[in-house]
């Protein structure tokens, strides 16, 4: 028996922007059996909406008590003022959870969060059971993250002051490196050659062997993605990231977040009719948020990456807060422009 097993296991769920982590956590709660188990959600921006989502979504364990929400911030930029405190509160319960499941930010670099784990606070309690990253396998079909080493190569030669790396890439490259299983989510939007394609390009560019296991709505049985037993804080030599020389440091900037608030709507089709254009026109990486609508006491749960969105009532409002969506792009995004273009 390891040693990892007599500490309290967590799960990283790690992946890009849109790519159903919070589906996939969702779906685990369902099946999870009786087990207790704690989620701790991290958000990039002021107003989290995945902890809304989650939170007494009516399935056992989903109670608010569960979920610990972190947002305007990265976890792995926030170790010592957040993340530690949080994961030290949640073992102190008179019943600490027998399992903890942490949603990464879409924008976080995973390694810094696993090799918080060897925090002398920490370290002898809870061990990292495996990370998850999940994968929009659509959006990666579409290249949105694969570079195209001879067109850098010859934009260096041509300019060799210019820094051409691509920070999105970079996230979704260290996402898969610091991976223990890789779930292919939304495999049900692919055909069968690109998601073979797609699973052998993932596989190829991995630093060892995972699985790349295809879901649709991250549907997978919990014994696939836990007990995995991989101990990953001691064995971060095996996970490579971009920032290693960084010693783990790295700044955000490439990315930003704002929230626009709505008014009440006697419909919502226009509004989602206008959100894929507005992404598409201003490239903005992802947009969600709730929706208030005349005389329904549902709240409206508005999702969207790229041009691909969706929306479902989830639950009755809770208080009175207005609708609202947060917005998530690079840097230098046209902010006004784009809550003009959402309100129309």
Same mark, same amino acid.
């Given at each position: 028996?390891?040693?990892?097993?007599?500490?309290?296991?967590?799960?990283?769920?790690? !992946?890009? %922007?849109?790519?159903?982590?919070?589906?996939?956590?969702?779906?685990?709660?369902?099946?999870? /059996?009786?087990?207790?188990?704690?989620?701790?959600?991290?958000?990039?921006?002021?107003? !989290?909406? #995945?902890?809304?989502?989650?939170?007494?979504?009516?399935?056992?364990?989903?109670?608010?008590?569960? &979920?610990?929400?972190?947002? *305007? /911030?990265?976890?792995?930029?926030?170790?010592?003022?957040?993340?530690?405190?949080?994961?030290?509160?949640?073992?102190?319960?008179? *019943?600490?959870?027998?399992?903890?499941?942490?949603?990464?930010? !879409? %924008?976080?670099?995973?390694?810094?969060?696993?090799?918080?784990?060897?925090?002398?606070?920490?370290?002898?309690?809870?061990?990292?059971? /495996?990370?998850?990253?999940?994968?929009?396998?659509?959006?990666?079909?579409?290249?949105?993250?694969?570079?195209?080493?001879?067109?850098?190569?010859?934009?260096?030669?041509?300019?060799?002051?210019?820094?051409?790396? *691509?920070?999105?890439?970079?996230?979704?490259?260290?996402?898969?490196?610091? +991976?223990?299983?890789?779930?292919?989510?939304?495999?049900?939007? %692919?055909?069968? +050659?690109?998601?073979?394609?797609?699973?052998?390009?993932?596989?190829?560019?991995?630093?060892?062997?995972?699985?790349?296991?295809?879901?649709?709505? !991250?549907?997978?049985?919990?014994?696939?993605?836990?007990?995995?037993?991989?101990?990953?804080? #001691?064995?971060?030599?095996?996970?490579?990231?971009?920032?290693?020389?960084?010693?783990?440091?790295?700044?955000?900037?490439?990315?930003?977040?704002?929230?626009?608030?709505?008014?009440?709507?006697?419909?919502?089709?226009?509004?989602?009719?206008?959100?894929?254009?507005?992404?598409?026109?201003? #490239?903005?990486?992802?947009?969600?948020?709730?929706?208030?609508?005349?005389?329904?006491?549902?709240?409206?749960?508005?999702?969207?990456?790229?041009?691909?969105?969706?929306?479902?009532?989830?639950?009755?409002?809770? #208080?009175?807060?207005?609708?609202?969506?947060?917005? &998530?792009?690079?840097?230098?995004?046209?902010?006004?422009?784009?809550?003009?273009?959402?309100?129309?």
């Amino acid at each position: 028996m390891s040693q990892s097993l007599d500490k309290v296991p967590a799960t990283v769920v790690t !992946g890009f %922007l849109g790519a159903g982590k919070t589906t996939l956590l969702r779906h685990l709660m369902q099946h999870a /059996g009786g087990r207790r188990i704690a989620i701790i959600v991290n958000e990039f921006g002021a107003l !989290g909406v #995945d902890g809304e989502t989650l939170k007494d979504c009516g399935i056992p364990g989903c109670e608010a008590e569960n &979920i610990v929400e972190l947002a *305007n /911030g990265c976890l792995c930029c926030t170790v010592a003022d957040d993340f530690i405190p949080t994961l030290q509160t949640l073992l102190d319960r008179p *019943n600490p959870p027998e399992h903890i499941l942490i949603e990464t930010s !879409g %924008l976080a670099l995973p390694k810094p969060l696993i090799k918080a784990f060897n925090w002398p606070a920490i370290r002898s309690r809870v061990t990292v059971d /495996g990370v998850v990253t999940v994968v929009d396998g659509p959006a990666v079909a579409e290249g949105r993250f694969a570079d195209d080493p001879e067109a850098v190569a010859a934009q260096r030669a041509a300019d060799p002051s210019l820094d051409h790396d *691509n920070p999105l890439a970079e996230v979704y490259e260290d996402q898969l490196n610091a +991976a223990d299983i890789v779930v292919l989510n939304k495999a049900d939007l %692919l055909d069968t +050659a690109a998601l073979e394609r797609l699973r052998s390009e993932i596989g190829a560019r991995l630093p060892r062997a995972v699985k790349v296991v295809p879901a649709r709505e !991250g549907a997978l049985e919990p014994a696939m993605l836990l007990g995995l037993e991989a101990a990953a804080e #001691d064995d971060l030599a095996a996970r490579p990231s971009h920032h290693d020389a960084e010693d783990g440091a790295h700044e955000h900037d490439d990315f930003d977040s704002f929230v626009v608030v709505l008014p009440e709507y006697d419909s919502a089709d226009a509004l989602l009719a206008r959100l894929p254009e507005v992404a598409a026109a201003h #490239d903005v990486l992802r947009i969600k948020g709730f929706v208030r609508l005349k005389g329904k006491p549902m709240r409206l749960a508005v999702q969207g990456v790229g041009r691909r969105f969706r929306s479902h009532f989830d639950r009755a409002w809770t #208080d009175d807060r207005e609708g609202h969506l947060v917005v &998530i792009g690079q840097a230098g995004m046209d902010q006004a422009a784009i809550a003009r273009a959402i309100l129309g």
